[in-house]
């Protein structure tokens, strides 16, 4: 399906990349490492990028300027977003073509074309393999981007969807004169805010017999230490460093005080039927979904708890 991806990005003159909302490495740097090929193989294209510019990520690349006039005749990909409902910018359908690029579960298999590998460690990892596999040539920055959004959507290689591929192509990725060891830096290191906010959820975690864990991120908490839910997602692999925690979940209380955005995550213990059954999804050991009251969020750790138990009896 490489090839016919390909030929459609031959085919049109102006192509437009989207990414999920609220975005992550993987998010962008599948986005714009799309788009550093396409422009570096096409330079005759308008490739352009759209979505929300997250401030805490602007050191990978900034969005582009889109109007509505581009997306006359234009293809649109889509990347690293399993439901439509999550693509950052609503324009997504404008175009006269449409293709999905994910790895995530396709529960919603929208396109004209949809390649989903949920075998990679990565939509970044899926762009890689589609740019070495078709002989478009990569630049420095496209790698860059590329082994960025590799290295965070597997928890810099430690996470289980971490295969042999995903190493052979991150060290195809690492031939580049890039200075990886100022990209690690960047990714490892955080403002003394985060830090405060780590001492927090390790003093407010709530941890039961099974081995389940949670924290609710109250506005109060988040203003408190002046961070946006955005940052907030720095510490959302926090509660899994414990040993004695086998899965876990962040409660980040909206800004209506009426919801949370639910982050879930999980060792070995499949999370993602969990997180289908409040209005999310994802991965089976790293998830998101919606929550509507404390009531629901108490639900939620039960079935945390109960889905450890349950796959403790199967082992």
Known sequence: MFKDILAKIQDYQTIIIHRHQRPDPDALGS????????????????????GFSEPSLSWMAE??????????????????????????????????????IDHHPNNDGYGDITYVDTSAASASEIISEFALSTNLKLTDEA?????????????????PATSA??????????????????????????????????????DNLEIS???????????????????TEAESSAIVGLP???????AWAIF???????????????KNTVINTI??????????????????????NDQIFQEINAAIKENRRDV
């Not at 899994?240 to 086998?246: A, F, M, N, P």
């Open 275 to 296: 997180a289908q059954n409040h209005e999310g999804g994802g991965h089976p050991f790293a998830s998101g979904a919606n929550s509507y009251s404390v009531e629901e």
């Open 165 to 202: 591929k995903t190493m052979r192509l991150a060290a195809e990725l690492r031939e580049f004169p890039v200075d990886f060891a100022k990209l690690a830096r960047q990714m490892d290191s955080f403002p003394l805010k985060i830090a405060k906010l780590q001492g927090y959820i390790f």
């Open 240 to 246: 899994g460093k414990i040993d004695t925690i086998e």
């Open 31 to 50: 986005q714009l490492g799309l788009r550093e090929i396409i422009r570096h193989n096409f330079p005759d294209k308008t490739v352009l990028a759209t």
């Open 63 to 100: 969005m582009d300027a889109v109007e509505d006039i581009h997306y006359a005749g234009a293809l649109v990909i889509v990347t690293d977003t399993a439901n439509q409902e999550r693509i950052d910018d609503s324009r997504y359908t404008k175009g006269a073509f449409l293709i999905k």
């Open 143 to 159: 790698a860059r981007l590329l082994y960025a959004g590799i290295v965070g959507d597997t928890g810099r290689f430690l996470y």
């Open 209 to 227: 017999d099974a081995g389940a864990a949670r924290v609710t991120l109250t506005q109060e908490a988040l203003k408190a230490f002046d961070v």
């Open 252 to 266: 980040v209380e909206q800004a209506d005080k009426e919801s949370y955005r639910v982050r879930l995550r999980s």
